[in-house]
């Protein structure tokens, strides 16, 4: 069964840090892209970052570039996303998703069950 | 940056068809997915590459993209589906995109 399990989440002053994590099982981790995709409360999905499967891939949008990074570490089967100068406007459930080739490698077939990132003094 | 845009409701009849749009600049040379999300739940796709169901989404399902908009159609409503729906496509300049949502309520 392929199971995306996101960690780390919780309460954070602005300015602040958190290191999220996605801890993958069932399937052939080093074969697929990952995406972090966000969604503040009562919002809509917001793609965050993108790391390819062999790490070589790596983007971010616009609003976290220079704030977070993405990377993974193909032997623990885990994606991370180390967030910095958090923001009240990054509070949101964070969800990371695999990206499976056979939709034009731009899809999310699983997702995790997210993890709640809250941003507040 | 490339941006798409759904209706933010949809409300339909139980048992009629329910159609999401997707409008997007040329939006039909592009892979459109979609997706279902029910309150407190992570999303579920539910259709890929405009058109194509993962395995155990119902055939009630559908979806068709051309020109500047993608649309999901809902056959047969159920009160199951109520659930905000999302498009989401790949644009090489902004990556991923996803529309703002439509929630679908089902009377």
């Known amino acids: 069964e392929v199971q995306l399990v996101e960690s780390g989440g919780g309460l954070v002053q602005p300015g602040g840090s958190l290191r999220l994590s996605c801890a993958a099982s069932?399937?052939?981790?080093?074969?697929?892209?990952i995406n972090w995709v966000r969604q503040a409360p009562g919002k809509g999905l917001e793609w965050v970052s993108y790391i390819s499967s062999s790490t070589t891939t790596i983007y971010y949008a616009d609003f976290v570039k220079g704030r977070f990074t993405i990377s993974r570490d193909n032997a623990k089967n885990s994606v991370y996303l180390q967030m910095n100068s958090l923001r009240d406007e990054d509070t949101a459930v964070y969800y990371c998703?695999?990206?499976?080739?056979?939709?034009?490698?731009?899809?999310?077939?699983?997702w995790g069950q997210g993890t709640l990132v809250t941003v507040s003094s | 940056s490339y941006e798409v845009t759904q209706p933010f409701s949809v409300s339909v009849a139980l048992g009629q068809t329910a159609r999401i749009t997707c409008g997007g600049n040329k939006i039909g040379s592009k892979n459109v997915h979609w997706y279902q999300q029910k309150p407190g739940q992570a999303p579920v796709m539910i259709i890929y590459r405009d058109s194509s169901r993962p395995s155990g989404i119902p055939e009630r399902f559908s979806g068709s993209n051309s020109g500047d908009t993608a649309t999901l159609t809902i056959s047969r409503a159920q009160a199951g589906d109520e659930a905000d729906y999302y498009c989401?496509?790949?644009?090489?300049?902004?990556?991923?995109?996803f529309g703002g949502g439509t929630k679908l309520t089902v009377l």
């Open positions: 998703a695999r990206v499976p080739v056979y939709c034009g490698g731009d899809c999310h077939d699983y």
């Open positions: 069932g399937f052939t981790f080093t074969t697929y892209s």
């Open positions: 989401q496509v790949w644009d090489s300049k902004t990556y991923v995109v």
